[in-house]
């Protein structure tokens, strides 16, 4: 039997069984990867890096390619007049086209934290109850902290062309500051000695392009309706969560109601958008994409609105077993799978609730805005809070 104390081999050889898994989960700290999906670059976590690469681009919100007014062309006056209040949504499109010729130029910061996945705490994970065995020496090992520190500052530079009095043009360019981290400790169950993993880099670059066109098929009394084609250009990197790396087609139907008029200035107009979020490279992986929104306007000047937003997934964000890692019951000895972390391989539905609004700032010209997206499920990587401020133009 080996000697246990501080100079016997026993412990000599599990320091360096515990540096091999540190090395096997996460990386050694201190290693430079080139990338944030580097950083699991061994097969036990692999399948978190490959979840957060394919999930992350659409946790970052893009904004309406709408502008915050529209306008009309007054022939007796030879002069353009904005025809309806001041739309007060962020995220979701009016179907009232721009006006020809007219041209709208927006600005805007947000900044989106990945606090949870499937309702866990992203920087308190953890993984101690059923040892893991490690591929390559079957030794076994805990996870008392696995921590993950994800944070984007997104600006987001969108302009708005009216090609005609029924059909806009967008091109959306953001460009994110991301900022990765992991903080984890790893356990030998045979000796009980612990290995601490940390990381930390960042990442400057594009994020995916957004090319949007919209085109007013209907417009009375009842309401407008516009249909829609959104197309998501694979710019940004998917290794640095930053992407989606797929071209995303997504047809839409954009429908709004008359405002309706309350009195001493104040209306109320309600919004609706739907359509398909395509995946180029695989089909399985599109989603639906819906929302519905009430706007109030104040005096012509402010309007304020509230929105839900919803993404379904056509399937979960893994196949089956993308997540399992191979355990041993330590009571028993029975040797199984169960999924790393207890990540789960289910469909990650997105419902959120927006708040917001846009005001009047100089002359039917400059408006600013801002507005706050706050979840009202858990499912997948999630944030907690997602703020928006921005200042837009129209000429």
């Not at 008392?144 to 987001?156: S, Y």
């Not at 981290?181 to 045979?190: C, E, K, L, Q």
Request: aromatic letters at 8%; proline letters at 6%.
């Amino acid at each position: 039997m080996e000697d246990p104390g501080p100079e016997g081999p026993g412990v000599r050889r599990g320091a360096a069984a515990i540096a091999v898994l540190a090395a096997a989960c996460a990386g050694v700290p201190g290693a430079r990867a080139e990338t944030f999906r580097e950083t699991f670059e061994r097969p036990i976590t692999r399948p978190i890096g490959d979840a957060l690469a394919d999930s992350i681009g659409h946790a970052l919100p893009i904004t309406a390619a709408s502008a915050g007014v529209t306008f009309s062309f007054n022939k007796e006056s030879h002069a353009w007049e904005r025809e309806t209040d001041i739309l007060g949504q962020l995220y979701l499109e009016r179907p009232r086209p721009l006006g020809r010729g007219k041209l709208n130029l927006s600005v805007s910061y947000q900044w989106v934290r990945i606090d949870t996945v499937d309702g866990h705490d992203l920087d308190q994970l953890s993984d101690t109850r059923f040892p893991i065995v490690d591929p390559k020496n079957g030794r076994l090992f805990t996870v008392p902290r696995f921590g993950l520190d994800l944070e984007t500052h997104q600006v987001t530079t969108s302009v708005t062309y009216g090609a005609t009095d029924d059909l806009d043009l967008n091109l959306t360019i953001p460009v994110l500051y991301s900022r990765f981290g992991t903080n984890v400790i790893f356990r030998d169950v045979a000796t009980g000695q612990e290995q601490r993993a940390r990381v930390r880099s960042t990442k400057v670059g594009p994020g995916d392009l957004f090319l949007r066109g919209k085109y007013r098929l209907l417009h009375g009394a009842w309401g407008d309706l516009a249909a829609g084609l959104v197309l998501r250009a694979p710019a940004g990197n998917q290794d640095n969560f930053q992407g989606t790396g797929a071209w995303e087609p997504a047809p839409m139907l954009y429908a709004a109601t008359p405002s309706l008029s309350l009195g001493h200035g104040v209306g109320l107009q309600a919004y609706a958008n739907g359509g398909v979020e395509l995946d180029a490279d695989d089909v399985d992986r599109s989603a639906g994409r819906f929302g519905f929104g009430l706007d109030c306007a104040v005096q012509e000047r402010f309007t304020a609105a509230v929105a839900v937003l919803g993404r379904e997934p056509f399937q979960g964000i893994a196949p089956p077993g993308f997540f399992d890692v191979a355990r041993v019951d330590p009571q028993t000895g029975r040797r199984f799978t169960a999924p790393v972390l207890g990540l789960e391989r289910d469909r990650a539905s997105a419902y959120d609730l927006s708040l917001g609004g846009r005001v009047n700032l100089w002359h039917d010209t400059v408006f600013g805005f801002a507005n706050v997206i706050l979840p009202l499920n858990r499912d997948g990587f999630r944030s907690d809070v997602i703020p928006l401020v921005g200042v837009e133009a129209a000429f």
